[in-house]
């Protein structure tokens, strides 16, 4: 089994910043693209960022530009999404979602590739 866990969430005043970490652990033989992504109350879930397995082809949505920047470090398995010059706005549970090849068995040697999703951490900006 792969999982995902978001950690690094919290309470944040109007122009703050936060560091937000997700790890990934498994049998995992490579993680392709990974991604951000965001829901509040009320609202429908939406992508925040996204990261090529590289870490040198980066998406961001509109709203985040310039403000959050998302990366990643291969050896660890775990990518990042810093967010500066906070908002009530950016109030929300933040998810982590990775395209990821595993080892689905070891005999014989299978691998499958599949999306999973992290639990979400929440962020809440506020004064």
């Known amino acids: 089994q792969v999982q995902l866990v978001e950690s690094g969430g919290g309470l944040a005043q109007p122009g703050g910043s936060l560091r937000l970490s997700c790890a990934a652990s498994?049998?995992?033989?490579?993680?392709?693209?990974m991604a951000w992504y965001r829901q509040a109350p009320g609202k429908e879930r939406e992508l925040v960022a996204t990261?090529?397995?590289?870490?040198?082809?980066?998406h961001y949505v509109d709203s985040v530009k310039g403000r959050f920047t998302i990366s990643r470090d291969n050896a660890k398995n775990t990518a990042y999404l810093q967010m500066n010059s906070l908002k009530p706005e950016d109030t929300a549970v933040y998810y982590c979602?990775?395209?990821?090849?595993?080892?689905?068995?070891?005999?014989?040697?299978?691998?499958?590739?599949?999306?999973?999703w992290g639990q979400g951490t929440q962020v809440t900006v506020s004064s």
């Open positions: 990261i090529a397995s590289s870490g040198g082809d980066t």
């Open positions: 979602n990775a395209e990821v090849t595993k080892t689905l068995r070891t005999i014989p040697l299978t691998f499958r590739t599949e999306t999973y």
């Open positions: 498994g049998s995992i033989v490579s993680i392709n693209a």
